[in-house]
């Protein structure tokens, strides 16, 4: 081994962690990203589910209403 050959490492080493660097980057806006998609499929389950309770609701006053 010489000076050429640990130099060369070194900067292959280099750029191996800088390219592994950016991916972290990269991947970390994904996770970010997919979270709040994942919060607002949450908040959109939980409309449905208000407006399907209120509809059941409103079902059960008008069949109320018809066998008074």
């Known amino acids: 081994m ?3 050959d640990v ?3 070194i900067e292959r080493l280099t750029n191996d962690k800088a390219q592994t660097d950016a ?3 990269s991947l970390q806006k994904e996770l ?3 979270k709040d998609q ?3 499929l949450s ?3 939980q409309t ?3 407006f ?3 509809l059941n609701n409103d079902v059960e006053v008008d069949k109320e209403d018809e066998d008074v």
Do not use: H, P, Q, W
């Open 23 to 25: 991916t972290i980057v």
């Open 43 to 45: 908040g959109a389950l």
């Open 48 to 50: 449905c589910n208000y």
């Open 38 to 40: 994942s919060n607002m």
């Open 52 to 54: 399907l309770n209120k």
């Open 32 to 34: 970010d990203k997919l």
């Open 2 to 4: 010489n000076v050429e």
């Open 7 to 9: 130099k060369s490492e």
